[in-house]
């Protein structure tokens, strides 16, 4: 099994462009997590997807980011305009559909907008 | 706001020592997940604890979660280089939420 794959692995823009992460989960997950990570505020959950339906978007942190999972093989996190205070990691992980079961994360995207 | 505070942020030991990372909180948690981090990776599950005082043990790690469910202790023991990371631990709340601690940053000196 590859895992959780991610692309890209690293990606500097700059201001005001867009701004495109993408997410393959684990064949046979049925729940997806965006999450993004800082020195300052740690882990944070962005969004939860569970069959490809969007849960729990309260950690987008703004209309700047929208994530979609068009079907249970991809998902896209996009910002739009990135600002500088966007530069994070940014991890994708996948789980099975039980409840407490274990988080498999990708190696995350380092983001940085100068 | 934090819900889940771990202590301490950052320790830097020599090998053999032995160390506890702690993670408490004030809310009640249905599970507790311990996680490690290595540089340019993705977190990696180390254990699941679900009852009040349950202990864990892999290998020189040994975990406990409190009676009442709101804290949760690491101890290594014989600490290795190899044991190197960032640690973070992250309580249950629903079926799928998880209350992440901030982490501990872990260094173990030969």
């Known amino acids: 099994d590859a895992g959780v794959i991610q692309s890209p692995r690293h990606e500097v823009t700059e201001m005001g462009q867009e701004v495109t992460l993408r997410c393959k989960p684990i064949s046979g997950h049925n729940s997806l997590f965006w999450y993004r990570q800082t020195m300052m505020r740690g882990l944070e959950l962005l969004i939860y997807f569970n069959n490809n339906v969007p849960i729990d978007d309260s950690g987008m942190p703004e209309d700047r980011f929208s994530a979609k999972m068009p079907n249970a093989s991809f998902s896209t996190l996009k910002i739009q305009p990135s600002e500088p205070r966007d530069s994070a990691v940014y991890f994708c992980a996948s789980r099975p559909g039980l409840a407490g079961a274990e988080q498999f994360f990708g190696p995350g995207t380092r983001l940085t907008v100068l | 706001t934090q819900l889940l505070e771990q202590s301490p942020q950052f320790l830097s030991i020599q090998e053999g020592e032995n160390l506890t990372v702690y993670c408490n909180s004030s809310s009640v948690f249905s599970s507790l997940q311990w996680y490690r981090q290595e540089p340019g990776e993705g977190p990696v599950l180390l254990v699941t604890?679900?009852?009040g005082g349950e202990v864990k043990k892999l290998k020189r790690l040994t975990f406990q979660f409190g009676d009442a469910r709101k804290d949760s202790s690491l101890h290594i023991t014989a600490a290795q280089p190899g044991d190197t990371g960032l640690y973070l631990c992250?309580?249950?709340?629903?079926?799928?939420?998880?209350?992440w601690g901030a982490g501990t940053k872990l260094i173990i000196k030969p």
């Open positions: 604890v679900v009852t």
């Open positions: 992250a309580g249950g709340r629903s079926n799928y939420q998880l209350i």
